[in-house]
């Protein structure tokens, strides 16, 4: 399966491409893609809000966490925040940006790499959707 992870301007992207940030995070308060949806070998392509598609990876490992609380989010951030791409100092704010969510899933990147970038169309899934999965990300790309 494929995977559209669409990112805010907030540095990730990069961290991703540079190798810094090897796990992608998604923090929700109810169940949605890609909890349960993403799996183990699954290709995730990112872009960021507005753009063209740029990069893409293979999922190693997925850790999927629910009914969080502010303790077990503070693990979670504690663990694995250098890899999600958090710096030491801005943890407290990420964890005051995710506090109140109920579910969590990590995923785990490898292979990471630019594509030659491309335009994608989001009709059917919502303009302010933020992942995507889908069969092949071939039935979203705009020719």
């Not at 872009?47 to 293979?58: A, E, F, I, N, P």
């Not at 951030?77 to 250098?82: I, K, M, V």
């Not at 335009?119 to 092949?136: D, R, V």
């Amino acid at each position: 399966m494929d995977h559209l992870a669409i990112m805010k301007n907030n540095g990730f992207l990069e961290k991703i491409e540079s190798g810094e940030k090897t796990i992608e995070s998604r923090w929700y308060k109810f169940k949605k893609s890609p909890y349960d949806t993403v799996k183990l070998g699954d290709q995730i392509y990112f872009k960021r809000s507005g753009k063209d598609v740029t990069l893409t990876s293979k999922v190693t490992k997925v850790i999927q966490f629910d009914e969080l609380n502010e303790k077990k989010i503070k693990d979670i951030l504690n663990t694995y925040g250098r890899d999600i791409g958090i710096e030491k100092e801005n943890i407290n704010n990420f964890f005051l940006s995710v506090k109140d969510k109920k579910y969590c899933v990590l995923m785990f990147l490898t292979s990471i790499k630019r594509v030659t970038p491309f335009k994608i169309t989001k009709k059917g899934y919502g303009n302010m959707s933020a992942w995507i999965s889908i069969k092949n990300i071939k039935d979203i790309i705009l020719s």
